[in-house]
């Protein structure tokens, strides 16, 4: 079935440094790679989302990278702060009529000052 | 409304039981989401219901579960018999289509005793 495997797991970096996550998905016809934020307690929130046909896309500090071929996307978060200390999730939509989403398993990222 | 509503925010009840979480969608949003949230864990799919269309079940992890949606509006998932493991955070969401982004509701911690 479809699976999207997301690591790393956790991920701990000083304010100011970068961080990257990544995720890779098993069904070569997902067409669209949302990326949500969920600070602790709180509902999950869209941050940044890329479509099939773009290879890049940058939000201010955020970015998201695809690699249709390898199956592989990535977020990107420059200039750490540590209001970004949060969990995200990345998910992958398959092409087929119904839109589900299947999600990561989440990176548990903190920013420490 | 402001957002996707959730009820109750909590529930905490006795194995065996039964109980039913409600959701109450941004209005114009055709696609309606459920997920469970166990806790440091992901997001797991339920199920999906986009309009008039059968919905796709394919998450719904035992008989025990099922969900309804009257129209465009208001969703309940209902849980027979509850087991321990059946105790987590169930989030709804709703959006406008497949590649849209989804809004989560507050969620209902369930507690199973």
């Known amino acids: 079935g479809e699976n999207v495997e997301q690591h790393p797991s956790t991920l701990s970096v000083q304010e100011g440094d970068s961080a990257v996550i990544k995720c890779t998905y098993s069904d070569s016809a997902s067409n669209y790679f949302p990326w949500y934020k969920q600070e602790l307690g709180k509902r999950p929130q869209l941050i940044i989302d890329i479509r099939s046909n773009v290879g890049e896309k940058k939000d201010q500090r955020i970015a998201v990278t695809l690699n249709k071929t390898a199956k592989h996307f990535s977020l990107h978060i420059t200039e750490t702060q540590p209001e970004d200390s949060a969990v995200y999730f990345c998910a992958a939509r398959g092409s087929g009529g119904y839109n589900k989403l299947i999600f990561g398993a989440g990176t548990r990222l903190a920013v420490h000052p | 409304g402001a957002g996707v509503s959730q009820s109750p925010s909590n529930k905490v009840t006795e194995k065996g039981k039964d109980v039913e979480l409600r959701c109450d969608p941004i209005s114009g949003h055709t696609a309606l989401y459920w997920y469970r949230q166990r806790l440091g864990q992901g997001l797991e799919f339920l199920i999906y219901f986009q309009g008039n269309s059968a919905p796709d079940k394919s998450g719904l992890p035992s008989d025990r579960f099922s969900a309804e949606r009257t129209g465009e509006s208001v969703s309940t998932l209902t849980i027979q018999r509850t087991q321990q493991e059946d105790s987590a955070v169930y989030l709804c969401?709703?959006?406008?289509?497949?590649?849209?982004?989804?809004?989560f509701g507050p969620g209902t911690r369930l507690t199973v005793l």
């Open positions: 969401a709703g959006s406008t289509s497949g590649y849209n982004e989804q809004f």
